[in-house]
């Protein structure tokens, strides 16, 4: 017979690779350096509109999600906490015709949830007649952050803060100037992630000289006593 067949559109086309942009919460001073102390995180990235997107993390497949129709998507790994470590992760996308696009580029997180150890070193300076003394500390895990110093003096509000920045060698140290009596002295370091850590020591700063008294016997007969 003249019976005219279906026509049937073929979509052999596989879609354009996938994009993993970003990780939420991204913490620290900088919301964008995919370094971070939280350790349950929603990837996130783009893809072909309405396509399945299968994640991956090292290489081994995490699980799947939905692009939205403006080729937006979003992976909850939420319930599932990341030991401290560097990832690497990965997406590709399938169309409704069952097409697999290329492995996307790799966007590298770092998790990391421990807080700097920071230390301040006064050594036998606890108590000093310096009004100008340095004092010395250290920061583990916080190579080229910023310290920030503060010296409380006793029944005043008057603080003095002063910021230095964590050496190569893991060391800080600041050079206040004080007046008579007793600080508090206080340190705190917050790493890339978002990790704060603290340290406080005693200062007392003493510039008054003893008194010295003389004794002796108010009547005497010798002329060199």
């Known amino acids: 017979g003249d019976g005219i067949g279906d026509v049937c559109d073929t979509d052999t086309t596989p879609p354009a ?18 370094i971070t102390s939280d350790n349950t995180l929603f990837f996130n990235g783009t893809a072909e509109a309405n396509s399945s997107v299968e994640v991956f993390m090292g290489g081994v497949s995490i699980g799947t999600t939905t692009a939205n129709n403006d080729g937006d998507w979003s992976f909850d790994l939420t319930s599932l906490p990341l030991p401290d470590d560097i990832y690497n992760i990965t997406a590709q996308a399938t169309d409704a015709a069952g097409n697999t696009g290329p492995i996307s580029a790799s966007l590298p997180i770092v998790v990391d949830t421990q807080a700097p150890l920071v230390s301040i070193d006064l050594g036998l300076m606890d108590s000093t ?49 004080l007046s008579e009596g007793n600080w508090s002295v206080e340190a705190e370091v917050t790493d890339e992630a978002g990790n704060t850590g603290y340290s406080s020591q005693d200062l007392t700063v003493d510039t008054t000289p003893p008194a010295v008294a003389i004794t002796s016997s108010d009547l005497t007969n010798d002329t060199t006593p």
């Open 17 to 34: 690779v996938a994009v993993v942009s970003s990780i939420s919460d991204d913490t620290g001073s900088d919301s964008s350096d995919e």
């Open 129 to 177: 007649n310096n009004v100008t003394p340095t004092i010395f500390g250290s920061a583990v895990g916080a190579l080229g952050d910023i310290v920030v110093v503060t010296l409380s003096p006793a029944g005043s509000t008057d603080d003095i803060i002063l910021t230095t920045v964590v050496q190569q060698d893991g060391t800080w140290n600041v050079t206040p100037n």
